[in-house]
């Protein structure tokens, strides 16, 4: 018994020694995997003396899940795209942001200070932003691929070898924007037109895929996919056959935003994370490593010419972005995309 | 008897109690939620409503509980038509060498859940094992795809839970008297009578107890599906997973809980059923 | 073979064959239940990127993982869970089975109660834990992943040990009390020693379940990698593309359950099968 007790003890210490609350000196910082240079945070450490601890999400719905269900507790700086920072900001989960604080937000491009989501950036930095487009293996299909109809429906030699974004803002984005539509679209009709087109179009699928489809590229499993145009550059990296192109019929405008979190404890050690990355040595760092376009003027003015030649659509200027169609939160209407993606995946 | 009785409560206390808190009142929770209604950015607000259960069975998620039944029911019969015969080649065997066999059966099961499932992406990719084993085999068409179908969730559950349906299956067969093979067909009874008429229907629990796991463990899964589905198989697992992660909608994510919980509980009396009847029969 | 006075029925003479064919389909049943196992653990010295296809002999990737530190916490959190839970649930689990199998009447409800936790599906378990802690306002983290864990462990443990109780002579118990011994003498020198095994089996059982759960812990994990388990981070490794490194990971978790389980065996023989 006397053994019992002991290991129930010790059991109760180990718990609370690694098991409690992170204590408050150490920043949490949730991103994508492989979604910042890996010695960043100790970069930063260096250069500020502040500890700052990296989580990783899958997905912008796994860490919404997650700050809805726990307040936000544990977490410090976040790492989410712009329609989800607005909604975060609308659960009044996202902290006011101190300018005074972030200095080095005078980098960023004008049209990246002024965006729909956050006029003046007001609760979200921007972190890197693009669009969406298509990202195919040049010597494995027969034709290059220009409009959202390749995607929806490929020719016949692509059958099986298609993959696309599953996430319920993009998937539903390549729908609207074939018929022509708004990917801000909130009328029922239209949802139910994206979603008839979309599901006619898994016929061809071989899967979907929002995080692995360039390694597919890279290993011939598939020939083209709905992709992000920063991380098409990892297949481009890879293979110089992998091209990227923005569909004729347009695209949107997605922003990876920072935003900081009203509960977190260390509200001035998250502002200097911010504008840490905001700096414009530090910024350019991490689109070279990423290889997405960030929205840092000073930062992209030093960007490697070479890097730009070999991804081309890290070019892109910021003038063509805002050309595109700015994602928003879309409330209520957010269920009937959910709706409308579920039925999507049930229709097989 | 008075301490003896306050021993019982006091060694009962407190493991019913953390499954009374930690599991029980939880449940009930979800059971609440589901009677209410989503916020705009999810969580709950409490008004009371029955849209939730609405929405479960409009054709569209009533298709999805189906679609998993199915998915569940194809894996129980195939683990079941598999795991017979290799638990029947286990009783029958030499008794010494019963146990390795056995444990042999059960070792794949201690490894990671995850992993297994992952050994076989690695093992259908397009550009896997299987097609690069076919091209060496002359086969020089396109590969084939053989991810991401009903059919590889099915593979990827049976390949998990195979060794629990031949424990369950030995089991009951273990615990025939070893005289009953040979009595009945020393009586006359061809093998195959010998199998249909007493061993089958005294495997019957064994069988039942298999295949209740089975298809309880298939139905409300969640990794499989995702994994091997490729997000192109949508099981009542992964609904529920989206409701609360993506689609923020936690009242119907509940809502679609409770039935699941519903299913299950009526399967389980179906089993206990199956059970009771056969002892019934052979010793009542 | 058989024996020449045996009546020559022909039934007899056929089952052989029958077996055989039995025998051969058991053997397909271990080919398919290692091949996979067996393809992945050869693949993880595949000196190529990719993991499907042949390079050539190399322990690369076994280097990459013993840089990533990553790895190494989630493999460390993964151990305080399982240890904590395993611990909490043989104690509970074992008093409870103790209680249970001491109790005249049966109770359906208490069975039940005892039995849900073993086939409430985990999405279920995990989401309806999320709700609760939420409501709780309790802060997510490693202590909640023990205290999800603990509560399916328990359900094993208390059904592990009662089988073994099943077998026990509590005429023992009596004697021991009868010859004066005292309560909890009698539990340490007599009781507890003859269900050991059992509880042992049962603990064994609750570490390996514990190490391999998902889904709970990944519903009840907190912020950071502070709460970030293997699996968690495995799950995460195959969603973000498969990759040699997550072969050599497999490979080496495998190799720490197979060793443990193969320790525990000897230890105490016939734990496996037999009890579960």
Redesign the interface.
């Given at each position: 018994?006397a053994q019992?007790t002991r290991?129930?003890a010790?059991?109760a210490l180990?718990?609370?020694a690694?098991?409690?609350?992170?204590a408050a000196q150490s920043l949490?910082i949730?991103n994508w995997?492989?979604y910042m240079p890996e010695d960043l945070l100790d970069r930063f450490t260096e250069a500020t003396g502040i500890e700052a601890?990296?989580?990783?999400h899958?997905?912008n719905?796994?860490i919404?899940?997650?700050l809805?269900?726990?307040?936000g507790?544990?977490?410090d700086v976040v790492f989410v795209s712009s329609p989800f920072a607005e909604?975060l900001h609308?659960?009044g989960l996202t902290a006011e942001l101190n300018h005074d604080l972030i200095p080095n937000a005078a980098n960023l491009y004008a049209e990246a200070q002024n965006l729909e989501y956050d006029p003046g950036n007001t609760f979200s930095m921007p972190y890197a932003w693009g669009t969406t487009g298509l990202c195919y293996r040049a010597d494995l299909v027969d034709e290059a691929p220009t409009s959202w109809d390749d995607l929806l429906d490929p020719p016949e030699s692509l059958a099986?070898e298609v993959t696309m974004l599953?996430?319920?803002r993009w998937l539903m984005a390549a729908g609207l924007l074939a018929l022509g539509y708004s990917v801000n679209d909130t009328d029922p009709a239209h949802i139910d037109e994206a979603r008839d087109l979309l599901i006619s179009a898994?016929d061809t699928?071989?899967?979907?895929?929002d995080?692995?489809f360039y390694?597919r590229l890279v290993?011939?499993?598939a020939s083209l996919a709905h992709a992000w145009d920063g991380w098409c550059n990892y297949g481009t990296a890879e293979d110089p056959n992998i091209l990227f192109v923005v569909p004729e019929e347009g695209s949107d405008l997605w922003v990876d935003t920072m935003v900081i979190m009203a509960s977190s404890e260390n509200q001035e050690a998250a502002h200097a994370f911010l504008d840490f990355v905001l700096d414009a040595d530090n910024h350019r760092w991490v689109a070279e490593n990423i290889l997405y376009k960030v929205p840092n003027e000073a930062a992209m003015a030093g960007l490697d010419p070479a890097l730009v030649e070999a991804f081309p659509n890290l070019g892109m200027t910021p003038a063509e972005l805002l050309a595109m169609e700015q994602l928003r939160d879309l409330?209520?209407a957010?269920?009937d995309y959910?709706?409308a993606?579920?039925?999507i995946?049930?229709a097989? | 008897m008075s301490t003896a009785r306050t021993r019982t409560l006091l060694f009962l206390a407190p493991g019913l109690g953390w499954l009374a808190l930690f599991m029980l009142v939880p449940v009930g929770i979800v059971i609440a939620d589901s009677f209410f209604q989503?916020g705009?950015?999810?969580?709950v607000v409490y008004t009371f409503t029955f849209e939730n259960f609405a929405r479960a069975f409009d054709p569209?998620?009533a298709?999805?509980l189906l679609?998993s039944a199915k998915i569940a029911g194809l894996a129980t019969l195939a683990a079941v038509l598999i795991g017979y015969p290799a638990a029947y080649a286990i009783a029958r065997g030499p008794k010494r060498r019963q146990p390795l066999l056995l444990f042999l059966v059960m070792l794949p099961f201690w490894s990671n859940y995850l992993i297994r499932t992952y050994a076989w992406i690695v093992l259908l990719?397009?550009?896997g094992l299987l097609n690069q084993g076919l091209r060496v085999l002359g086969y020089e068409g396109?590969?084939i795809?053989m991810?991401?179908t009903?059919a590889t969730v099915v593979v990827g559950l049976v390949y998990n839970y195979l060794p629990f349906v031949i424990l369950a299956i030995y089991a009951s067969l273990s615990r025939l008297s070893g005289d009953l093979w040979e009595v009945s067909s020393d009586l006359g009874a061809s093998p195959f009578d010998t199998f249909r008429r007493v061993i089958l229907p005294l495997s019957l629990p064994g069988i039942a107890a298999g295949a209740v796991f089975v298809f309880v463990l298939s139905i409300g899964n969640f990794v499989t599906p995702d994994l091997l589905g490729?997000?192109?198989?949508?099981m009542v697992g992964n609904?529920i997973y989206?409701q609360?992660?993506?689609?923020?909608?936690w009242p119907f994510g509940s809502a679609l809980s409770f039935l699941l919980i519903g299913i299950m509980m009526a399967l389980l009396f179906a089993q206990a059923l199956v059970v009771s009847r056969s002892q019934g029969e052979h010793h009542g | 073979m058989a024996d020449a006075t045996a009546p020559p029925a022909p039934a007899r003479r056929r089952r052989p064959v029958g077996l055989r064919v039995l025998r051969g389909h058991l053997w397909l049943v271990y080919g398919f239940l290692y091949v996979p196992i067996a393809v992945l653990v050869l693949l993880s010295f595949n000196r190529a990127g990719?993991p499907?296809a042949w390079g050539g002999f190399s322990v690369h990737w076994y280097g990459e993982l013993a840089a990533n530190t990553a790895i190494q916490r989630a493999a460390l959190?993964t151990l305080?869970v399982a240890?904590?839970s395993t611990?909490?649930a043989s104690?509970l689990g074992t008093l409870l089975a103790l209680a249970v199998e001491r109790r005249q009447r049966r109770s359906g409800l208490l069975d039940a109660v005892l039995f849900a936790p073993m086939i409430i599906p985990d999405i279920i378990l995990a989401i309806a834990l999320?709700s609760f802690?939420?409501l709780m306002?309790v802060?997510?983290?490693?202590?909640?992943?023990?205290i999800a864990h603990v509560v399916f462990n328990i359900a094993f443990v208390c059904a592990v040990v009662r089988t073994r109780l099943k077998h026990f002579d509590y005429a023992i118990v009596e004697a021991s009390i009868d010859l004066g011994a005292g309560e909890?003498t009698t539990f340490?020198r007599v009781t507890l020693p003859a269900i050991f095994p059992g509880v042992l089996a049962a603990a064994l059982l609750a570490f390996t379940l514990s190490v391999d759960e998902f889904i709970i812990a990944f519903f009840t994990a907190?912020?950071?990698?502070?709460?970030?388990t293997l699996p968690m981070q495995i799950f995460?490794m195959i969603?973000?593309?498969?990759t040699p490194e997550i072969n050599a990971l497999a490979t080496i978790v495998m190799l720490v359950s197979f060793t443990v389980l193969f320790t525990a065996q000897r230890m105490n023989r016939g734990v496996i099968g037999a009890d579960a």
């Open positions: 018994m019992i290991a129930l010790g059991t180990l718990t609370l690694f098991g409690g609350p992170a949490v949730s995997d492989g601890e990296l989580s990783v899958a997905t719905e796994e919404m899940g997650r809805v269900a726990g307040g507790q544990g977490f909604a609308a659960l099986g599953s996430t319920d898994t699928l071989l899967a979907f895929d995080t692995t390694s290993s011939g499993e409330g209520e957010q269920r959910t709706r993606v579920t039925e995946m049930a097989q | 989503r705009v950015y999810g969580g569209l998620y298709g999805v679609t990719n397009r550009e396109e590969p795809n991810l991401y009903d490729g997000g192109r198989v949508q609904l989206d609360f992660l993506s689609a923020r909608d | 990719l499907t959190n305080i240890v904590s611990l909490i104690l999320l802690f939420t306002r802060t997510l983290g490693l202590h909640t992943i023990v909890f340490r907190g912020a950071g990698q502070s709460s970030t995460s969603r973000f593309g498969v």
